[in-house]
């Protein structure tokens, strides 16, 4: 069983955390807010209605029709209803009691916006679904949406921007402990780190730094452990965990499909290792499955970890997109996990993740999402796909100015498989392009191979999001990081100065410094290595 001591104290942590941007009394202070907090308030509750409203518009139409596509479309959507309501939910619960539980981070302005904007992007998600289906429903279902959309932009505009003033990440901050090797069936573990928050006390520091985090239950393909398939032991893990749930997935592969439910907090799945312990599908968006639903595996629970595992979509480039990973798991961190797979590889849908030594391969939009994601010290890899195909690492789906969202790739190595090496003319390899307005994404002091084409970045279509967008560049080095060649877009700014580049580190984009420590998983806070 897992360590009670260390795992009440993680929760204790959250719940008295400092919360910036907060009064003594239980609601929220003015300078969160760029209107009264009866306002917000009252539109937050006019939002959850209207989302209770399109629920019901939307219900409507499922099993009506024998179309597979149409019906994973609605799926999809009644399910990503259902986040937005319970991410408005929470900003309102979190609003009107600031010292609660569900200030995440400390700091309140950020967590606010953080939700906000998942719940905004949930509606773009739904619409894109519908893409060559029926298009009576698809008019319906799409015009109800758009409302939605609109109030939550609103109420996001409603937040104001407050800096943490504790998440300081400056060069050589915050490099932290070291992730366990332990071994055993029954004992997987976890070392401390050295790096905590500045109100973590002394004598709790000792607690978190006790070694033994150990496997609630075994997965085994042959049959030694408490199941065999990884869905099950998912399924049997308590609902708002209030610990964290540890699920050791020995060595094999494991053709399955794994959709783990918001209810499912803080579940951890440790592995014997990259190429080890697989998990492996193979829906695609051309065998009628949306890019979302085409995940092979899926979490939406809160505080998940993963380490020491592949997350694969076997699908191959001609069935276009066919999702390896998708997460909508706040505060989550994927350690020493590999993503294999084609088109649409990787997909942050939304909220705050964190990814370190991870393998990410693939070929178009390869890392995409509206999340907003820190890559560290992780190898990106293009792959060759069909014929006369542009490879583009990232599709950062930021669709408003007000989200916090973005892609930060740090400390990181950016190539290409042999294949593609080999051939550079035949298989062009882009750093991204941008799928939604105000796309963001960052790069900063990683290596990046010949296979990156000297222009660095690639239209969506035509000018679309030229002068929107922010996609920037900072101390990156190998040959194909010279910025000579780089496109003249308003949005491409390289960045010259580390005041700016900072903003895009751990401690400040993600606020890794008051959640990260208590994962165990070692981590670079600022600008330094």
């Known amino acids: 069983m897992a360590n009670s ?19 003594s009394s239980d609601f929220i202070q003015p300078e969160c807010l760029k209107v009264p907090m009866s306002e917000f308030v009252s539109s937050l509750k006019s939002t959850i209605d209207t989302v209770q409203q399109v629920t019901s518009i939307v219900s409507q139409f499922a099993g009506a029709f024998g179309d597979f596509r149409l019906s994973n479309a609605i799926s999809d959507c009644l399910d990503l209803l259902d986040l937005s309501s319970d991410e408005l939910s929470l900003t309102l619960s979190a609003s009107q009691n600031p ?15 953080t939700w906000l904007s998942a719940a905004l992007i949930n509606q773009d998600t739904c619409n894109e679904g519908f893409e060559g289906t ?5 008019s319906v279902v799409v015009g109800s949406l758009s409302q939605l959309t609109s109030l939550i932009t609103d109420i996001l505009t409603m937040v104001s921007q407050v800096p943490d003033a504790k998440s300081k990440g400056g060069r050589g901050g915050g490099k932290s402990g070291k992730g366990g090797n332990g ?26 730094q ?31 965990s209030m610990r964290r749930y540890v699920i050791y997935i020995k060595k094999g592969v494991y053709n399955e499909y794994i959709d783990i439910t918001k209810k499912k907090w803080n579940l ?40 020491d595992m592949t997350f694969e979509n076997t699908a191959g480039p001609q069935k276009h997109q066919a999702v390896a990973f998708r997460s909508d798991s706040d505060l989550s961190v994927l350690f020493r996990c590999a993503f294999r797979g084609y088109q649409d590889t990787l997909y942050a849908h939304s909220m705050r993740q964190f990814y370190r030594e991870c393998q990410i391969t693939g070929t178009i939009d390869f890392i995409f999402g509206d999340g907003t994601v820190v890559f560290q010290n992780c190898q990106i890899l293009a792959r060759k796909g069909l014929p006369n195909q542009k490879n583009t690492i990232t599709a950062q789906g930021r669709k408003a100015p007000t989200e916090p ?55 969506w279509n035509g000018n679309f999001a030229l002068d929107t967008l922010f996609y920037g560049e900072y101390t990156n080095y190998g040959p194909g990081a010279g910025l000579s060649g780089r496109v003249n877009w308003p949005g491409f700014k390289p960045i010259n100065n580390s005041a700016q580049a900072n903003n895009y580190t751990v401690a400040q984009f993600i606020l890794g410094n008051s959640w990260l420590p208590s994962t165990g998983v070692k981590y670079t806070a600022g600008l330094g290595v």
């Open 268 to 307: 951890m799945m440790v592995g014997d290792g990259m190429e080890v312990t697989v998990i492996s599908g193979n829906h695609s968006f051309i065998d009628g499955w949306t890019t979302y639903r085409s995940a092979t595996f899926a979490i939406k629970g809160q505080g998940f970890i993963a380490r």
């Open 5 to 23: 001591g260390l795992t009440t104290l993680f929760y204790l942590l959250i719940l008295f955390a400092p919360t910036f941007c907060s009064s």
């Open 183 to 208: 071994g055993g069936h029954s004992g997987r573990n976890l070392e401390g780190n050295d790096h905590f928050p500045y109100w973590v006390k002394p004598d709790d520091r000792k607690l978190l």
């Open 210 to 240: 006790v070694n033994g985090v150990f496997a609630d239950v075994v997965v085994a393909a042959d049959g030694t452990g408490n199941f065999t398939k990884v869905m099950d032991a998912v399924a049997a893990a308590p609902d708002h």
């Open 99 to 113: 010292n609660g539980k569900d200030n995440s981070t400390g700091n309140l302005s950020a967590d606010l916006r």
């Open 405 to 459: 969202s973005g892609f930060s790739i740090q400390f990181s190595n950016i190539s290409a498989e042999a294949d593609v090496l080999a051939s550079l003319n035949s298989t062009p390899t882009y750093l991204g392009r941008p799928w939604k307005l105000y796309s963001r994404t960052v790069i900063m002091q990683s290596y990046m191979s010949n296979a990156i084409r000297p222009e660095g970045w690639l239209e």
């Open 134 to 138: 029926n298009s009576i429903v698809k």
